[in-house]
């Protein structure tokens, strides 16, 4: 009887995985949450139209916008003195009224490019990646650099199988190395003799309030790229893309659409090959990249964090050969005696950092756990060194670096990102 009368609950392990799911869904949600108030912040400010003044006549001028159009509109006597053909008119959302004037857009750069002229970072400083490393060069190498493409051209005889140059998609956890295996190309490339830029820019930036400008945008971007030639154009935070795109309404769905086709325009085929432009996208959030512009990634390359002890240990010997290390610990390769590690290990190892994503699309699934990045690694002997030269101490020590790294795993000892 009272079999027939208990409830049909889930077995209790179901119930267990519900919960988890339903807590990283809490996490994401929370991420996302932040960024879109950032966001909100933004488009507060009013998502306007912008357009070249043609003509005054009065009280009215004739204003065309980036995408074409041309609307007369009316001036407001407080604008009257400033409306003229040298500087360009923000309209009103109904686009029937100007309400500020800003310089001409021509003349200035919305974007804050970073560009970088041979960047000094080379393969040999990108610890653990071996396998990553070897597929985005594979991808870019031959774009930029003339002996790996004439290489190629050797084994590739009919020239239309050369067309098939495609940008790449880095993900993984922040820190791990994504932005500098992307600076490392250029930087190797150039140490080989065929000088090489680095032009990065964020996505976010180029993500306009100014309707009808992220198209402009992102043409601007891609004409420096072929400016500087033979450049690497990093896209960092290539998520804001595909974000853009979700909170877009109306009037910014269509400029964020246009945005799109011009990054697919500009990525179309032979761009890379006949302008010596390696496009590598970044994210954290590769479940949130654009599917238009994943179906034109030709490689997606995830960039995991170190996950055994040895792997960190690699990497804390790496910076340690950078500093003065105090030689009763030190392996005199520059790096840790054993013993001396295991004690630093066994400080951070508690930490727990989970990284998932997922691209559906491309069959990718990452689930990875870990205890430190190696930006975390870099910054604590960093700060070891900056702290003993304080003190006026001749080399870092390891109750120094114990200390730091003590800090560290109590800081954050539990964290997690999802996509
Ligand atoms: N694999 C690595 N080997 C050696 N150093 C690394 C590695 N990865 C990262 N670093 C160090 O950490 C710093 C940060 O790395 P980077 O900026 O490339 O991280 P990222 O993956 O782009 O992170 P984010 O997702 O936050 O942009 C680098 O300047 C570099 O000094
Ligand atoms: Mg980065």
């Not at 919960?19 to 932040?34: D, G, S, V």
């Not at 507060?44 to 009065?58: C, D, L, Y």
């Not at 003195?81 to 021509?106: C, F, H, M, N, Y």
């Not at 109306?250 to 964020?256: K, L, P, Q, S």
């Given at each position: ?34 960024r ?44 009257v ?41 080379f ?30 051209e ?33 930087g190797?490339i ?47 935070e ?22 799109l ?18 496009v590598?996208?970044a ?15 030709k490689?997606?390359?995830?960039v995991p ?14 910076y ?35 990284y ?40 870092v ?5 114990l ?17």
């Amino acid at each position: 009887m009272a079999e027939q009368n208990a409830p049909d609950y889930p077995p209790a392990l179901e119930l267990e995985k519900e919960l988890t799911r339903k807590e990283r869904q809490i996490e994401y949600l929370q991420t996302e949450l932040r960024r879109y108030h950032n966001l909100m912040e933004e488009l507060k400010q009013g998502m306007r139209p912008i357009g070249t003044i043609e003509e005054v006549k009065g009280e009215t001028a004739l204003v065309r916008l980036s995408g074409g159009q041309a609307f007369q509109v009316s001036v407001p006597p407080e604008l009257v003195d400033k409306v003229t053909p040298d500087v360009d008119a923000v309209l009103s959302p109904t686009k029937g009224v100007i309400v500020d004037v800003v310089e001409r857009i021509r003349e200035r750069s919305v974007l804050e490019y970073q560009v970088e002229k041979a960047p000094k970072v080379f393969y040999e400083d990108i610890i653990g990646l071996e396998k990553e490393m070897h597929n985005l060069r594979q991808t870019t190498e031959w774009i930029l650099d003339p002996d790996v493409r004439a290489r190629r051209e050797q084994i590739i005889r009919d020239p239309r199988m050369l067309e098939d140059a495609g940008s790449v998609l880095l993900f993984g956890p922040p820190g791990t190395g994504k932005t500098y295996m992307a600076k490392a190309v250029a930087g190797t490339i150039s140490k080989n003799g065929q000088a090489t830029s680095f032009l990065k820019i964020e996505s976010y930036e180029i993500v306009s309030k100014w309707l009808g400008e992220s198209a402009k945008n992102v043409k601007e971007v891609f004409k420096l790229a072929r400016e500087t030639a033979p450049t690497v154009l990093f896209i960092d935070e290539a998520d804001a893309i595909g974000r853009a795109r979700m909170e877009a309404t109306t009037d910014a769905g269509r400029d964020v659409q246009g945005m799109l086709n011009q990054i697919l325009t500009e990525l179309g085929e032979g761009f890379h090959v006949n302008r010596n432009v390696a496009v590598i996208f970044a994210t954290n959030y590769p479940s949130v990249i654009d599917r238009a512009l994943l179906d034109r990634i030709k490689r997606v390359i995830y960039v995991p964090p170190p996950k055994t002890k040895e792997g960190v240990k690699q990497l804390v010997d790496f910076y340690l050969s950078k500093v003065e290390l105090d030689p009763s610990v030190s392996n005199y390769q520059g790096g840790l005696i054993d013993e001396a590690f295991d004690e630093i290990w066994r400080t951070v190892r508690t930490r727990r950092q989970v990284y998932e994503a997922s691209i559906p699309e491309r069959g990718i699934m990452v689930r990875d756990q870990y205890v430190i990045t190696p930006r975390d690694v870099k910054n604590v002997v960093q700060e070891a060194a900056s702290e003993a030269s304080f003190v006026s101490e001749r080399y870092v020590t390891l109750d120094r670096l114990l200390n730091l790294f003590k800090n560290l795993a109590a800081e954050e000892r539990v964290s997690r990102v999802v996509s």
